[in-house]
């Protein structure tokens, strides 16, 4: 049974930091691309960031490059999201998947296990 659990959300204020990490259990996530997804009250979920299997290519959501950067650790079987300059409109549940290939996408159709979230609240 494949799991994720997020951790490292958390209230902030704008112009902070947080690390998000995403640990993956049942599976190596070596041979796959992972990828981070955000979730707004009264929204859709929305892709923010996704790590390619071997960490050769990562791509961001145009409102988080230059602030968010994706990260892996493939020893611990965990992903990262490191969150600078966040914003109030970073406000969100946060979701770390497991991508079906190898490149990854923003597509969350193309995901197949999800984890429960993490919530991070930035305040102005």
């Known amino acids: 049974q494949v799991q994720l659990v997020e951790s490292g959300g958390g209230l902030v204020q704008a112009g902070g930091s947080l690390r998000l990490s995403c640990e993956v259990s049942?599976?190596?996530?070596?041979?796959?691309?992972m990828g981070w997804f955000r979730q707004a009250p009264g929204k859709e979920r929305d892709f923010v960031a996704v790590?390619?299997?071997?960490?050769?290519?990562?791509s961001y959501a145009d409102s988080v490059k230059g602030r968010f950067t994706i990260s892996r650790d493939n020893t611990k079987n965990t992903v990262y999201l490191q969150m600078n300059n966040l914003k109030p409109e970073d406000t969100a549940v946060y979701y770390c998947?497991?991508?079906?290939?190898?490149?990854?996408?923003?597509?969350?159709?193309?995901?197949?296990?999800w984890g429960q979230g993490t919530q991070v609240t930035v305040s102005s």
């Open positions: 790590i390619s299997y071997a960490s050769a290519r990562t």
């Open positions: 049942g599976r190596t996530i070596s041979n796959i691309a």
């Open positions: 998947a497991v991508d079906r290939g190898l490149w990854g996408n923003s597509n969350s159709e193309e995901y197949d296990y």
